[in-house]
Every structure is written in structure tokens, then in C-alpha cells.
């Protein structure tokens, strides 16, 4: 038999994305869950982990020993090489090992990396980016992730806090954003950000359809599709500003890096990706420098919402 | 005897700085000489560096056989590897082999670098960036200049054109910068910027002592100290807003790299670095994320107008 089986895991602040994955790279089972219900505390997120691989490992009937490695994506900041999750924005972990006790409890290898970082990974190593040195993700989600790899290698920076540019500032006047400056391509481009944008015009008394269907400060990406396909007003308004400053983000990262592929993925994206690449597209020329430009290739996502368990695949292929 | 002598060039728009190392890495000899003066085709530019390291050599009283190498850095697009300039937006080279020519002449290692580059790499091996293994420089000149070291090696990017984030946009309905876009960093915070706002401010008839100073687009860095002295009011204003977009874009570099150390260098900051750093670290922490900021220290260049030239000689230590 051999140990043959990959479990890769999504985890994020309400819920955990699961696959195993066999030696062809195929994906033999699939697993998806709340983990809000289970309580807030460290040892609760570590048994909801735990609770769903071996719920992933009955279900899908491989046995234990068939498996070589666990891997996951998080959000927040993590020390990969010792699978330690340093702070987390949506998860209640700060300087938490978690790579000891799953690896005891399931006789394995874990590895863990920051989820949009991972998931870059993943359309690196499989999806849209493969095959490129070079490469600036943007992950369009609740908030706004960044991965970068840089001559081949996920770049992580002093303490593992590289690729916030969903932080970068666009204008220094414009919208609070959650992390408390103002103006950040989060505070525009993000879920958040055209939830906010949508909630203030639901404000001023303007009809949209989506406005009702924001929740905590954000819709799901399926209605934002809806209402881009009714030709909500409102909605067209906040995607086009979205996309602006994605457009203007995007420039910025070309012009710094001078990567090969900028990658554009996230639920928003899985969901409208192609909407929000046109609408790139048509603008992106005027934020690069013409020199810089002609070497680097836009493109959405690959592997949609899978990106990160491709990308925790790769961390267990070495 | 033996070969213990380095020829290191910082060539301009307008000047070459040239300086002799010795195998102590200290300089015996030094030479400053315009450039413009010599005609404006490619072969013209060789031929003045040569005559430049023609002449230090005969000044210097040194003997061609006691040399090891020549390194130069110079403004544009630089394929480090193979000594070809492939674009340069202020001296008449395209895709120009200047390596082949000076190797043969001089029978000598030759090593060429993008200017703002080499000057990081020098902060790096020798001046206020050495020890640290991320570094984000900022070379305030008449342009903005940028270099990246990550991981402890120069990062150059896709066909050598990173790290132009002198060209990242802070305001896209802002002042056109030279590039053509609107509301670069450069157009704020470089030389050039700072003096379209005093001509600007002067053109509304309002009293200041360096609007007399600009020629051609730009002051002289001397200049610009001496009106801060006297507090001329339309200077300190643009100095305030250089160093506002400056601490904007330095917190952008930080969220996006998460780097160790970012260093301000270039000529106007070996005039007036502490007045720029002091209004750049009175801001900064507002456009970090609080997660991040706390792992980077931001420094002046220690090698002031040399950082170029002590680059060079760290091309030719390997």
C-alpha cells in the first residue's frame, strides 16, 4: 500500500475547506464545515481541526496509515518552518504551536502557511501562475490578501509578515479601513470595502438589491454575481471602484516587483473574476510604467476555491 | 604587489564620480567630472569613462597591472549579469554591451549595475544597512530611485526592472510625474517634485528664495538646505508634503515586504536627511500596520554621496 494520501485543509474563520488528495494529485474526497459552533478558544479550533481529518479519514474510508502528510492554509501570521500561528485576525491563536499536537495526534508531518500565501502557492505550483519565477497574487475575499513569490520561493519577509499590500494605501484621505489607517486597497476592493460602499448608498436612499444581503459587513460573492447580472446600479458602482483600485494596486506592484504574472483569485474572483479582469485590464495601462508593462501577464485564478488546498498539497510535495 | 586596486564609477545624467579603492577598501583617490560636455551618442559615453579611468589611473600615480576590476552603477534598465544596458532614461544607451569594450580596453573584470541598486547594495555591505537581510531603499535624487535586497541578494525582478517604486501612485488624480503617469511618489517627493510645487507656489506670487535656484526642473540639494535654514515658508511646505507621501509610500514598503531596515539615501537626503527622517518618523506609524511596524527600523544612508561608488566595489568582492 504506501502512505499515498495527502489531507489538505482551508481553515478559515468560520469554516474549514478539507481534501485528500491520492499520488496522481486527484482529489478522492472533499469535506466542508462550520467551525464557528465549536467555541473560540485555541484547543477548540485545534480539536475542530483534528475533529474534521478524522472525520475526512472515516468518511472517505483511506485508512491512517495510507497517509503521508497534513497541511494547511490560515489566515494570520505564520512561521512556517515551525508551524507556529504568530497572530491571527479571525482565529483566537497568537504564538500558538500548532504543529506538535496535530503531529502527535496523527503520527505525520503538518505544515501550515498563511492561506493567501498558500493559496499563491498552489496557482504556482498547479493552477494559472505555473511555470512563472515571479508572481503578485491578489486574493479577493472578506478582506484583501497578497502572496509573493520571488525567483521561485513564497517571500515571507522579516517575521512572516510580508504581502499586506492589501494595506497599501491608495489615498491617505480615503475610507477607515478594519486594520485603522485609511485609504487601503482592503477599504476599496474588498467585500468590506464594496459592502461598506453599498451600505452608504443604501443610506442616502438608493435602491440596490444587495443591500440586504450584507451580514457582518459583507455579502457572499454568489450575490454579488446576481446583482452584477441584474445590473444593480449601486453594485456596478462599487465593483468599478473596486477594480479601480485593484487597477492602481496592480501598477504599484508591477512597477516595485517587476513580476512575470499578477494573479487574481479569492472567493469574489471564483465568483466574477472575469468582470473584475476586464475591468483591470482596461485601466492597468495608465498605473505601469510603459517599460515594465509588456513583461508581465494578468490573470485570474486557476483553481478557484481550491487554490489553497492545491497550495497545502505543494507544501507536503517539499 | 599583485592586483590590489578598485576602480568604482557612479556615472550620471550629467557627472562621473570615480574613486580608487585600495585593497583596505579605503579610497586614495578620488575624481568628479561632468559628462554632458562630451556629446550624446553611446559611443561618447564609453569613451568618457574610459578617459575618466584612463585619468585616475595616471593621476592616481597607481599601475593598470595593480588593478583587479572596474564596477560602475548607472541610471536605467541594467542586465547586471551580462553588462548590457538595456534602457536608460538619461544617458543614449539601448540595449548597449558597455561591458565587452571596457574589459577589452582595460583587460579587467568589469561589473555594471543600476545606479539606485548598487547604492543599496553599498548601504548593504558597507554603510547603515549592514547586517540586515530584507532592505528597502528610497534615493531621493532629482528622480526617486528604489532597491530591494531580500534575503540578503539584490532583487531585480523580471529583465531586471523592479523595485520603481519611486513610480508607485499615492493619489491617481495627483500631479503628473515625468513617467506619465499621475500622482507617483516621484511626483511628490523627488527634486523634480518638490520644485514643481515651489515654481507652482511662486507662479501664484508667493515670495521664496529657491524658485530663483531651479534650472532645468530642479534645485541643488545645497539650496534646499540653505532655504530650510531660513525657514523660507514655500520650500518647508514642499518639503512637508515630499516627506507626507514619502512616509506613506515608506508604510506601503513595509505592509508589502515586511523588510528589516527601510533606508532613505540620494542626495537630498545627505543634505537634509535628519529633517526628512524626523518628518518621516512623526508619520510613518499611521500608514503601518501595527503588526508589522515594530520590526523595522528606518535609517539615513551612512555612505551619503559615496553609497554608489562603495556599491560598485561590492560588485567587484563578489
Same mark, same amino acid.
Given at each position: 500500500?504506501?502512505?499515498?494520501?495527502?489531507?489538505?485543509?482551508?481553515?478559515?474563520?468560520?469554516? &474549514?475547506? #478539507?481534501?485528500?488528495?491520492?499520488?496522481?494529485?486527484?482529489?478522492?474526497?472533499?469535506?466542508?464545515?462550520?467551525?464557528?459552533?465549536?467555541?473560540?478558544?485555541?484547543?477548540?479550533?485545534? =480539536?475542530?481541526?483534528?475533529?474534521?481529518?478524522?472525520?475526512?479519514?472515516?468518511?472517505?474510508?483511506?485508512?491512517?496509515?495510507?497517509?503521508?502528510?497534513?497541511?494547511?492554509?490560515?489566515?494570520?501570521?505564520?512561521?512556517?518552518?515551525?508551524?507556529? &500561528?504568530?497572530?491571527?485576525?479571525?482565529?483566537?491563536?497568537?504564538?500558538?504551536?500548532?504543529? /506538535?499536537?496535530?503531529?502527535?495526534?496523527?503520527?505525520?508531518?503538518?505544515?501550515?502557511?498563511?492561506?493567501?500565501?498558500?493559496? &499563491?502557492?498552489?496557482?504556482?505550483?498547479?493552477?494559472?501562475?505555473?511555470?512563472?519565477?515571479?508572481? &503578485?497574487?491578489?486574493?479577493?475575499?472578506? #478582506?484583501?490578501?497578497?502572496?509573493?513569490?520571488?525567483?521561485?520561493?513564497?517571500?515571507?519577509?522579516? =517575521?512572516?509578515?510580508?504581502?499586506?499590500?492589501?494595506?497599501?494605501?491608495?489615498?491617505?484621505?480615503?475610507?477607515?479601513?478594519?486594520?485603522?489607517?485609511?485609504?487601503?486597497?482592503?477599504?476599496?476592493?474588498? !467585500?468590506?470595502?464594496?459592502?461598506?460602499?453599498?451600505? =452608504?448608498?443604501?443610506?442616502?436612499?438608493?435602491?440596490?438589491?444587495?443591500?440586504?444581503?450584507?451580514?457582518?459587513?459583507?455579502?457572499?460573492?454568489?450575490?454579488?454575481? !446576481?446583482?452584477?447580472?441584474? =445590473?444593480?446600479?449601486?453594485?456596478?458602482?462599487?465593483?468599478?471602484?473596486?477594480?479601480?483600485?485593484?487597477?492602481?494596486? /496592480?501598477?504599484?506592484?508591477?512597477?516595485?516587483?517587476?513580476?512575470?504574472?499578477?494573479?487574481?483569485?479569492?472567493?469574489?474572483?471564483?465568483?466574477? $473574476?472575469?468582470?473584475?479582469?476586464?475591468?483591470?485590464?482596461?485601466?492597468?495601462?495608465?498605473?505601469?510604467?510603459?517599460?515594465?508593462?509588456?513583461?508581465?501577464?494578468?490573470? /485570474?485564478?486557476?483553481? $478557484?476555491?481550491?487554490?489553497?488546498?492545491?497550495?497545502?498539497?505543494?507544501?507536503?510535495?517539499?
Amino acid at each position: 500500500m504506501g502512505k499515498k494520501y495527502s489531507v489538505c485543509l482551508d481553515i478559515g474563520g468560520t469554516k &474549514v475547506l #478539507g481534501a485528500i488528495f491520492d499520488e496522481n494529485k486527484e482529489i478522492i474526497y472533499r469535506l466542508k464545515k462550520k467551525t464557528k459552533e465549536s467555541g473560540d478558544d485555541s484547543a477548540n479550533v485545534e =480539536q475542530v481541526i483534528i475533529g474534521v481529518v478524522d472525520e475526512m479519514i472515516r468518511e472517505s474510508g483511506i485508512k491512517k496509515s495510507e497517509i503521508r502528510g497534513i497541511a494547511a492554509g490560515a489566515p494570520g501570521v505564520i512561521d512556517q518552518a515551525k508551524g507556529i &500561528v504568530l497572530t491571527s485576525p479571525n482565529l483566537p491563536w497568537t504564538n500558538y504551536d500548532i504543529k /506538535t499536537p496535530i503531529e502527535k495526534r496523527f503520527g505525520v508531518p503538518f505544515q501550515i502557511g498563511n492561506d493567501v500565501n498558500v493559496g &499563491v502557492l498552489g496557482e504556482y505550483k498547479y493552477g494559472a501562475a505555473k511555470g512563472y519565477k515571479n508572481i &503578485v497574487g491578489f486574493f479577493v475575499g472578506t #478582506g484583501m490578501g497578497g502572496g509573493l513569490i520571488l525567483d521561485g520561493t513564497l517571500f515571507t519577509g522579516n =517575521q512572516f509578515k510580508a504581502a499586506e499590500y492589501g494595506h497599501m494605501i491608495l489615498d491617505p484621505e480615503g475610507p477607515l479601513c478594519g486594520c485603522g489607517q485609511r485609504g487601503c486597497l482592503e477599504a476599496f476592493s474588498s !467585500k468590506k470595502g464594496m459592502s461598506a460602499y453599498i451600505l =452608504q448608498q443604501a443610506g442616502r436612499g438608493r435602491e440596490t438589491m444587495l443591500a440586504d444581503k450584507i451580514e457582518n459587513g459583507v455579502f457572499k460573492s454568489k450575490y454579488l454575481k !446576481k446583482a452584477l447580472k441584474a =445590473q444593480d446600479a449601486v453594485t456596478m458602482e462599487a465593483v468599478d471602484r473596486a477594480c479601480h483600485y485593484l487597477a492602481v494596486a /496592480t501598477g504599484n506592484m508591477i512597477n516595485t516587483i517587476s513580476p512575470d504574472i499578477v494573479v487574481y483569485g479569492g472567493g469574489v474572483i471564483e465568483a466574477v $473574476g472575469d468582470i473584475f479582469l476586464q475591468k483591470i485590464l482596461a485601466e492597468v495601462d495608465r498605473y505601469c510604467m510603459p517599460a515594465i508593462r509588456p513583461s508581465v501577464e494578468l490573470k /485570474t485564478a486557476a483553481l $478557484g476555491d481550491d487554490s489553497v488546498i492545491y497550495g497545502a498539497l505543494s507544501m507536503l510535495e517539499g
